[in-house]
Nanobody
Framework: QVQLVESGGGSVQAGGSLRLSCATPGSTLSINTMGWYRQAPGNQRELVALITTGGITNYADSVKGRFTISRDNAKNTVYLQMNSLRPEDTAVYYC?????????WGHGTQVTVSS
């Protein structure tokens, strides 16, 4: 059973940076598309960024130019470098993996940005 395990969340002041990681411990499965979503209280879960094994990326307009998604295919690990963080980036960030008919989620990691 493939699991996604996130790390790297925390609290930071506006303008600061955080780096999130999402790994698949114990699995060598190639996950075609991996990405990050976030959900703030009272809001729906929304796409932040995603990346395919071929390196094709897609970003939400709100994070373009500030966030960078990358992955290590050999390790089936995806990263989200978040710079110039804003209070509105505060949310629980979820890792997502999709391949074939499968779509799985991590448990989430909290990111809090204070003004």
């Amino acid at each position: 059973q493939v699991q996604l395990v996130e790390s790297g969340g925390g609290s930071v002041q506006a303008g600061g940076s955080l780096r999130l990681s999402c790994a698949t411990p114990g699995s060598t499965l190639s996950i075609n598309t991996m990405g990050w979503y976030r959900q703030a209280p009272g809001n729906q879960r929304e796409l932040v960024a995603l990346i395919t094994t071929g390196g094709i990326t897609n970003y939400a307009d709100s994070v373009k130019g500030r966030f960078t998604i990358s992955r290590d295919n050999a390790k089936n690990t995806v990263y989200l470098q978040m710079n110039s963080l804003r209070p509105e980036d505060t949310a629980v960030y979820y890792c997502n993996g999709r391949w074939g008919p499968f779509n799985i989620w991590g448990h989430g990691t909290q990111v809090t940005v204070s003004s």
